[in-house]
């Protein structure tokens, strides 16, 4: 039915004009005047072909400037064409697929569909939903968006009335069709917004079926972020000789420009801290952060709500009510920070939003494309942060090339850098109250503290207590910083110099963490070492010896990192399990030739690593100077005086031959 030829336009327009036009749902801001010498001023979306009555709404609204988008979008539509169009979010595709479905309509009879809109999410749902009936308004327009999570009834009572746009989710809309509720009969356009989105929602075999129900005389448009196989399968498959527009790197500069892109290197025991610290320090009006899990966006929520942060969480767990409550607080000031996943945050639009947070990094480019597209819109600043761990570095690169966009590693505000930033906030809201016109009703009470004392000690009095209340005083713990790329040149990652030279053993500097996870949970040594590296920021050689019994596993690290290692591992997922992490209770005394491993008959042997990794660190013979050898070892109840099994040291036979050793390699000392 379709044919698999394709037109192309090339994508010409001027940066300036990014931005200037509605957005997708439906901003309002108002052009500067532009009319200095008196003249009739002039709309130019009237020079795209559309009706008096959409572009004296416009006007109204403070839109005279299509975008990009727009301006190549509008003309096409208006003449019949099926159409891909591949902008970011934010760039006012809905307008450049509304304004001209409105500008068709028959508003005279009785209403019956007569366009049908499929987005992703129901906030996306609601939020073109609205923007039609604004830009609609004039013309009498009935829309209806119809989503699961809300009562079908009301639904049902809205289609029966009769409406002129339907917009909706993919699996409310098969509902609607299999009921015979949405008859498709009239339906002469049927777009699919954000639909890359919707492809990966899985919603690929409902709008198929969609697709192949409705008339084959009709006006498909496709809008999608990024243009991945899928889509192109089913342009080809659905669409009709479609044209191809692309907003791209010229068109989009501008509104580029208004974003800055940041990172943070951070631990992820340390990452909630580090966030709360970004968000002290860059004072957002309000800020969406992205989490990978609900259980996530729950922890995070709470975490931050007990830093101060009036924060609020947004997931597939809730209903439409839970949401709906959320999305309110959002947009009226009262919640300054939505912690969400990507599904829940999909379409969202708030134009008091300031900061964008990737709290993990996200696995795709697209994604990331998606996020950031929440700020940045109509002229608007904003701010993209992206906290990433010590082995998320090579996904920043990966990010900053495919998107084209420098991501500038930041260092993670130090406690000096906090400290200033609160007096320069307790200074800002003293300036703003001795501008404040009831200072008068104080009077009494600075004489009467003035009469026993010098009134600059009333007045530093005055000012700890404004700062105290702010929570400026609390304790803050100091976050590691990662922001500096290892030398690779005079030093590797495991700090050991030229090839070949080992880092020089000292005396007690292991020290020991217990995991409450052993064979039986199908633990490996390398499964340790991974878990403990990618998490502490350590090196694979920094960590043993390792041993594992059938139900915990108890792992040498250097006694500098061992509370950052718990407090890394506290959340880890190790072989798909959270475990529980502790430090070992019977550690070693310097030089003692006593070992963590007393009790039963339980042999004892340091485990290798991952290939690759070398020899694991085990446990010198007593009175060595040393306390690491790559010697085996072998647990000796009699050596150690105690017969019969019971608990007592560990003895390490000595490498290089002798019995229960393994021999060196090269007949090298280590």
């Known amino acids: 039915m379709m044919s698999d030829d394709e037109t192309t336009t090339t994508t010409t327009t001027s940066p300036e004009s990014a931005g200037a036009g509605p957005e997708s749902a439906g901003a309002e801001t108002p052009a500067e005047p532009t009319n200095p010498t008196g003249a009739e001023p002039t709309n130019a979306f009237a020079d795209l072909g559309l009706r008096a009555e959409l572009v004296a709404t416009l006007d109204e609204l403070g839109y005279e400037e299509p975008t990009p988008i727009q301006r190549q979008t509008i003309p096409q539509l208006l003449a ?156 080809k498959r659905y669409l009709n000789d479609p044209v191809r527009i692309q907003v791209g790197v010229a068109e989009s500069s501008a509104a580029r420009a208004l974003i800055t892109h940041k990172a943070y290197i951070v631990q992820r025991a340390h990452k909630a801290a580090a966030l709360g610290r970004i968000l002290d320090i860059e004072s957002p009006t309000a800020a969406l952060v992205f989490c990978r899990t609900r259980t996530e966006v729950d922890i995070l929520t709470e975490t931050m709500n007990g830093r101060g942060y009036r924060a609020e969480a947004l997931h597939g767990g809730m209903d439409q009510a839970q949401r709906d409550r959320v999305m309110g607080r959002l947009r009226d000031g009262t919640a300054e ?78 406690i000096a850098d906090l400290r200033a930033k609160q007096v320069e906030l307790t200074v800002t809201s003293v300036r703003e109250a001795l501008d404040a016109s009831d200072l008068h009703e104080y009077r009494e009470v600075l004489e009467t503290l003035t009469a026993g004392h010098d009134v600059g000690e009333v007045a530093m009095a005055a000012l700890k207590l404004v700062h105290e209340a702010s929570g400026a005083t609390a304790e803050e713990p100091e976050i590691p910083d990662y922001t500096e790329r290892p030398d690779r040149h005079g030093r590797d990652r495991d700090g050991r110099g030229e090839r070949g030279q080992r880092p020089p053993a000292g005396n007690g500097d292991t020290a020991f963490v217990h995991l409450a996870v052993g064979r039986k949970g199908g633990i490996r040594p390398a499964d340790l070492v991974g878990a403990i590296a990618n998490e502490s920021g350590l090196s694979g050689r920094e960590i043993g010896p390792i041993r594992i019994t059938e139900h915990s596993s108890v792992v040498g690290v250097p006694t500098a990192s061992v509370d950052t290692v718990i407090g890394a591992m506290r959340n880890a997922v190790v072989r798909g399990k959270t475990v529980a992490v502790r430090r070992y209770a019977d550690e070693p005394s310097e030089g003692d030739g006593r070992k963590p491993y007393g009790g039963g008959r339980t042999s004892w042997r340091p485990e290798r690593g991952p290939a690759g990794g070398g020899d694991r660190r085990s446990f010198g013979a ?11 070892g072998q647990r000796s109840d009699k ?32």
């Open 80 to 235: 019949g064409h099926d159409l891909v169009g591949q902008a970011a979010t934010g760039t006012g595709k809905t307008a450049a697929f509304a304004l001209p479905i409105l500008n068709a309509l028959d508003t005279g009879g009785r209403a019956r569909p007569s366009a049908l809109i499929l987005v992703p999410t129901r906030e996306l749902a609601m939020q073109v939903s609205e923007a039609i009936f604004k830009y609609g308004r004039p013309i009498g327009v009935k829309v209806v968006p119809i989503y699961g999570g809300q009562p079908i009834f009301r639904q049902l009572q809205a289609l029966d009335r009769g409406v002129h746009v339907v917009v909706g989710t993919p699996g409310r809309v098969i509902d609607h069709i299999g009921r015979g509720s949405l008859p498709l009969d009239h339906i002469g356009t049927v777009v699919l917004d954000e639909a890359d989105e919707m492809l990966d929602m899985g919603f690929a075999d409902d709008i198929e079926s969609i697709l192949e129900s409705l008339p084959e005389q009709r006006q498909t448009l496709l809008f999608s972020a990024t243009i991945p196989p899928r889509i192109n399968g089913i342009s």
């Open 337 to 414: 920070l939505l912690i969400a996943t990507d599904v829940a945050a999909r379409g969202l639009d708030v134009d008091t939003l300031t900061h964008v947070v990737n709290y993990d990094v996200p696995s795709a480019a697209d994604s990331y494309v998606h996020r950031i597209g929440r700020v940045g819109r109509a002229g608007r600043q904003g701010v993209a942060i992206t906290l990433a761990e010590p082995r998320e570095r090579r996904q920043l690169t990966n990010i900053e090339r495919l998107t084209k966009q420098r991501i500038t590693i930041e260092q993670v505000p130090s």
């Open 622 to 632: 007593p009175g060595a100077k040393t306390g690491r050898s790559f010697a085996g």
């Open 639 to 670: 050596a150690a005086g105690q017969p019969g099994g019971k608990p007592g040291g560990f003895r390490a036979k000595p490498a290089g031959g002798q019995p229960g050793g393994r021999p060196r390699q090269g007949g090298k000392g280590h």
